[in-house]
């Protein structure tokens, strides 16, 4: 099937924001969500969005969909060196169970 | 509150041996299901189950069977191991969609 995009990498100055981005394939998706991945560990659920919303901020984190263009974005502001990660970008198809993943992207933060 | 355990950590078995991964939740969901994650791919469905009695087929099964006769326990089978088994194994769970997915730690398996 088609893929879930995003960048491999992704390098931010501690105290920045971090803008992670997204394209996704289903356009009849429901809710599409962000995983982080630290060494060694599981997937933890960072945030999710449904389908019919454009916009969710919980904390230092805002999630933006576009659905027209299929694009969806994690922003974390004040970005600390405990936030250093790979974030996976997951998309529930319409009609199919279970996850569609990205590849992930590794947010590298410099001192 | 254990959420999602998956045991061992690690596992190595020679190529043909056949072994089970275990995956245990306690928080009463009703969706289980098993990933694989290789080196750059992301994570890749395996096998899915909707309920107790209930599985189905995700986007990699060949090779994997799995059984879920009690909520809580959802184990993944590997027949007769091969090389490219080789990966780390997620099992997950969830209430719904609208919950998001709950995974375990992993399992660390090495095919030699």
């Known amino acids: 099937g088609e893929d879930v995009e995003q960048s491999l990498f992704l390098s931010v100055r501690e105290g920045d924001s971090s803008v992670i981005n997204c394209t996704y394939t289903d356009s009849s998706s429901t809710y599409l969500y962000w995983y982080k991945q630290e060494p060694g560990a599981g997937l933890q659920l960072l945030t999710y969005?449904?389908?019919?919303?454009d916009m969710k901020q919980d904390q230092r984190l805002t999630v933006l969909l576009n659905k027209k263009d299929k694009h969806l974005s994690l922003r974390i502001a004040d970005t600390q060196t405990g936030d250093s990660a790979i974030y996976f970008c997951?998309?529930?198809?319409?009609?199919?169970?279970?996850?569609?993943f990205g590849k992930g992207t590794h947010l590298i933060i410099q001192p | 509150n254990a959420g999602v355990t998956q045991t061992p950590k690690f596992q190595v078995l020679k190529t043909g041996q056949s072994m089970t991964l275990q995956c245990a939740q306690d928080m009463n969901h009703e969706y289980m299901s098993w990933y694989r994650q290789d080196p750059g791919m992301g994570l890749r469905l395996i096998h899915y189950?909707?309920?107790?009695?209930?599985?189905d087929q995700g986007e990699v099964p060949n090779g994997y069977n799995v059984s879920r006769s009690t909520t809580e326990d959802f184990p993944l089978r590997l027949l007769s191991a091969a090389p490219s088994q080789t990966s780390v194994y997620f099992c997950?769970?969830?209430?719904?969609?609208?919950?998001?997915?709950?995974f375990g730690s992993g399992t660390r398996l090495t095919v030699v």
């Open positions: 969005i449904f389908s019919n919303m």
């Open positions: 997951a998309e529930k198809r319409g009609g199919a169970d279970g996850l569609t």
């Open positions: 997950a769970s969830s209430y719904g969609q609208a919950y998001g997915y709950t």
């Open positions: 189950s909707v309920g107790a009695g209930i599985t």
